[in-house]
T-cell receptor
Framework: EAGVVQSPRYKIIEKKQPVAFWCNPISGHNTLYWYRQNLGQGPELLIRYENEEAVDDSQLPKDRFSAERLKGVDSTLKIQPAELGDSAVYLC????????????????FGPGTRLTVL | AQSVAQPEDQVNVAEGNPLTVKCTYSVSGNPYLFWYVQYPNRGLQFLLKYITGDNLVKGSYGFEAEFNKSQTSFHLKKPSALVSDSALYFCAVRDIYNAGNNRKLIWGLGTSLAVNP
């Protein structure tokens, strides 16, 4: 079974440029997460989707970040314009959430995209 | 408010010795607890979880963790450490009865484990 796929693996851009990250979750997983991880720190949730609905985007800086998961499968995270402080690893994860209470299944992570903003 | 603490930034052990990576949590209800591992330049991998039932949970690569409700802890353990266990370990918790945004997974800051040959 293929894992979570992310592209690109690395991206170097100049500040004020746009950048986009793509994620294809594990087949059949209904929940998709985008995280940002700074060096030596834990993941910080940016947005969580259940199918195509963004159910938690409270930590997404909406002035410059946007995300979509149009058909409830793959997803794109965009930053426009990028700032120096956006340099980090952007992780995508997916899980299969069902039943009540929910959230008991583990998340599967992709390899991440390392973004460097110069 | 939900929170999780990993009190040690770094743990050093000799190969072959037992290892413990500590985690304590705070939730208003009952917790789901998880351990993840991150090897250098790789994504996070699930190790084990406590949902309900037996307090001792066994996971991947010979790791286990014990849920202690009275001490609100979920320490990760392994009887005999390997050099290849050197990595960053993250504990995470979710309050199972919170809905909506409060259902997010709360992550610890991570503990760097170094196993010396």
């Amino acid at each position: 079974e293929a894992g979570v796929v992310q592209s690109p693996r690395y991206k170097i851009i100049e500040k004020k440029q746009p950048v986009a990250f793509w994620c294809n979750p594990i087949s059949g997983h209904n929940t998709l997460y985008w995280y940002r991880q700074n060096l030596g720190q834990g993941p910080e949730l940016l947005i969580r989707y259940e199918n195509e609905e963004a159910v938690d985007d409270s930590q997404l800086p909406k002035d410059r970040f946007s995300a979509e998961r149009l058909k409830g499968v793959d997803s794109t995270l965009k930053i426009q314009p990028a700032e120096l402080g956006d340099s980090a690893v952007y992780l995508c994860a997916s899980s299969l959430d069902f039943g009540q209470p929910r959230g008991h299944n583990e998340q599967f992570f992709g390899p991440g995209t390392r973004l460097t903003v110069l | 408010a939900q929170s999780v603490a990993q009190p040690e930034d770094q743990v050093n052990v000799a190969e072959g010795n037992p290892l413990t990576v500590k985690c304590t949590y705070s939730v208003s209800g009952n917790p789901y607890l998880f351990w993840y591992v991150q090897y250098p330049n790789r994504g996070l991998q699930f190790l084990l979880k406590y949902i309900t039932g037996d307090n001792l949970v066994k996971g991947s690569y010979g790791f286990e963790a014990e849920f202690n409700k009275s001490q609100t802890s979920f320490h990760l353990k392994k009887p005999s450490a390997l050099v290849s266990d050197s990595a960053l370990y993250f504990c995470a918790v979710r309050d199972i009865y919170n809905a909506g945004n409060n259902r997010k997974l709360i992550w610890g800051l991570g503990t760097s484990l170094a196993v010396n040959p």
